[in-house]
């Protein structure tokens, strides 16, 4: 168990331009989350993954924002035309669901976005 | 609509004080789940404890201990003993029942442990 890992940890970039962020879940995970968190709140919720399919998208997930798990392994989010309110941490987590609810998320260490 | 406050936003003690965290939710669900996650300055999220909505048993694990009341939809947490490796931002949150176990998180309380 490796955990979840996300890359970049950092990304500066200018406004206008598109980034794209990675997480990698723990290997046998089937749900995989994304949460925006922005200084000195709690994350919010994105959208989820089970498997490859993505199931719910948060109202904060504009439509420059995009995300996807092709094989069902890693996610990317990509964000287009960045603006300075993107500026965030974006938090990958993943859970293992088999049937019941409440299961565990473990998160990633995060990918922190300034926009300038 | 579901909500967590903690309307503590930042404690501060002294080593080997003990300090209770509060952590108040609302729910129309029936079934529901709470958390409590840490998060050091590194940045990255650590589970501390999963509570189900018909399990109002308190919990203890070392110096940490749990407290659930429905009947106040309360959810507090305390830390018994300090240490200075305590200090953190810890997070109450909740999750649905109905699939989706999407988390919503506190603002968080921002815990400073002085030695």
């Known amino acids: 168990d490796t955990g979840v890992s996300q890359d970049p940890r950092h990304k500066i970039t200018k406004r206008g331009q598109n980034v794209t962020f990675r997480c990698d879940p723990i290997?046998?995970?089937?749900?995989l989350y994304w949460y925006r968190q922005t200084l000195g709140q709690g994350p919010e919720f994105l959208t989820y993954?089970?498997?490859?399919?993505?199931?719910?998208k948060s109202r904060l997930l504009s439509d420059r924002f995009s995300a996807e798990r092709p094989k069902g392994s890693f996610s990317t989010l990509e964000i287009q035309r960045t603006e300075q309110g993107d500026s965030a941490m974006y938090l990958c987590?993943?859970?293992?669901?088999?049937?019941?609810?409440?299961?565990?998320?473990?998160f990633g260490p995060g990918t922190r976005l300034t926009v300038l | 609509a579901q909500k967590v406050t903690q309307a503590q936003t930042e404690i501060s003690v002294v080593e080997k004080e003990d300090v209770t965290l509060d952590c108040v939710y609302e729910t129309r669900d029936t079934t529901y789940y709470l958390f409590w996650y840490k998060q050091p300055p590194s940045g990255e999220l650590v589970f501390l404890i999963r509570r189900n909505s018909f399990d109002e048993q308190n919990e203890i694990s070392g110096r940490y201990s749990w407290n659930f009341q429905k009947s106040t939809s309360s959810f507090n947490f305390t830390i018994t003993a300090s240490q200075v490796v305590d200090s953190a931002v810890y997070f109450c949150?909740?999750?649905?029942?109905?699939?989706?176990?999407?988390?919503?998180f506190g603002t968080g309380t921002r815990l400073q442990v002085f030695p």
């Open positions: 993954f089970q498997n490859e399919a993505q199931l719910e």
């Open positions: 949150a909740l999750s649905d029942a109905y699939n989706t176990d999407k988390l919503i």
């Open positions: 290997s046998e995970h089937n749900r």
């Open positions: 987590a993943s859970s293992l669901v088999q049937g019941a609810t409440g299961n565990e998320q473990f």
